[in-house]
C-alpha cells in the first residue's frame, strides 16, 4: 500500500512543526501540507482529498469538530487537542482516534497504525471485490489476531462497538472477532441493503432480527438490542416496507 497522504491542521506553529516531524519519522505516511488556518485547510482537504488529517479541535474560526463534519467521506480524521472533555464527541464524529497535547510519538504511532489497518482493510475489502464487479457482495475481510480473516456477511448476527474497537458477532462460532476500527468503517464495509445501523453502538444484520418487541428493541441471534431515537425513522420505514 501507498503512504498515506496527510494534512496537519492545528493553529499552533509548534504542534504544526512536531506533527511534521513525526510524519516525517514514519514510512508509511506522506506530508501533504500543513496549515494553521482551518478555513483555507477545509478548502484544500475538499479538492485535493488527502487520506489522513491530524486536526486541532480549539481553532479560531472554525474548530476542528465543526471542519471534521465537512471533509470528504473517504478523508479520515486523527484529532490532537490539549483539552480531554473533547473526547467522547471526535468519537461521536467516528474520530479514528484522539491524541492528548503534548503528544508522545509512541501515541501518534499507534494512532498512525490504527489509520494504516483501516485503509489496508478497505484496500483489501475492495480488492477482494474486484474479480467479479457485477456480482453482489457476500463477504468482507476482517483484519483480526493478526491476519485478514473472509468473513461471509451471512454468518454476520450484529456488530458491536466498543470505542477503539469492534466486534463482529457471528452465527457459526460462539466468540465475536474484535478489530481495531470505528463504527463508521464497519458501517462502510457493510452493504446498506443488507445491514443497517440502529443504534451508536450496533450494526444489523436485517436478515437476522428475529423479532422487534413492542418498545423498539430488536431480537438478532439471541441478543435484545435497542433501536435509539437516532436511528428510529429508517428502522420504522424498513418494517413499513416489509410489513402487510
Known amino acids: 500500500m501507498s503512504p498515506l497522504r496527510c494534512f496537519v491542521v492545528d493553529d499552533e506553529p509548534l504542534a504544526v512543526r512536531m506533527l511534521e516531524n513525526f510524519i516525517a519519522r514514519t514510512p508509511f505516511l506522506e506530508l501533504v501540507a500543513s496549515y494553521t488556518d482551518p478555513v483555507q485547510a477545509l478548502s484544500d482537504i475538499r479538492a485535493k482529498a488527502p487520506q489522513l488529517v491530524f486536526l486541532d479541535i480549539q481553532?479560531?474560526?472554525?474548530?476542528?469538530?465543526?471542519?471534521?463534519?465537512?471533509v470528504p467521506a473517504d478523508t479520515r480524521i486523527i484529532f490532537t487537542t490539549a483539552f480531554k472533555q473533547y473526547a467522547f464527541e471526535s468519537y461521536e464524529v467516528s474520530a479514528l482516534d484522539f491524541l492528548l497535547k503534548p503528544i508522545r510519538y509512541q501515541k501518534f504511532l499507534e494512532a498512525a497504525e490504527k489509520a494504516r489497518e483501516w485503509f489496508s482493510l478497505k484496500e483489501a475489502a475492495v480488492q477482494a471485490?474486484?474479480?467479479?464487479?457485477?456480482?453482489?457482495?457476500?463477504?468482507?475481510?476482517?483484519?483480526?489476531?493478526?491476519?485478514?480473516?473472509?468473513?461471509?456477511?451471512?454468518d454476520i448476527l450484529y456488530v458491536e462497538g466498543?470505542?477503539?474497537?469492534?466486534?463482529?458477532?457471528?452465527?457459526?462460532?460462539?466468540?465475536?472477532?474484535?478489530?481495531?476500527?470505528?463504527?463508521?468503517?464497519?458501517?462502510?464495509?457493510?452493504?446498506?441493503?443488507?445491514?443497517?445501523?440502529?443504534?451508536?453502538?450496533?450494526?444489523?444484520?436485517?436478515?437476522?432480527?428475529?423479532?422487534?418487541?413492542?418498545s423498539g428493541d430488536v431480537k438478532v441471534g439471541g441478543a435484545l438490542l435497542h433501536v435509539s431515537d437516532a436511528y428510529r425513522a429508517a428502522f420504522d420505514e424498513y418494517l413499513k416496507n416489509l410489513s402487510v
Open 59 to 70: 481553532m479560531p474560526d472554525l474548530s476542528g469538530m465543526e471542519l471534521s463534519r465537512m
Open 129 to 154: 471485490q474486484a474479480p467479479a464487479p457485477a456480482a453482489e457482495k457476500t463477504s468482507v475481510f476482517i483484519k483480526a489476531d493478526g491476519a485478514l480473516r473472509k468473513v461471509e456477511l451471512a
Open 162 to 214: 466498543m470505542k477503539d474497537y469492534v466486534m463482529f458477532r457471528l452465527a457459526s462460532v460462539r466468540e465475536p472477532l474484535v478489530t481495531h476500527l470505528t463504527m463508521k468503517a464497519a458501517e462502510e464495509l457493510l452493504p446498506q441493503q443488507s445491514f443497517m445501523r440502529i443504534h451508536r453502538s450496533h450494526i444489523v444484520n436485517l436478515s437476522k432480527v428475529s423479532s422487534v418487541t413492542p
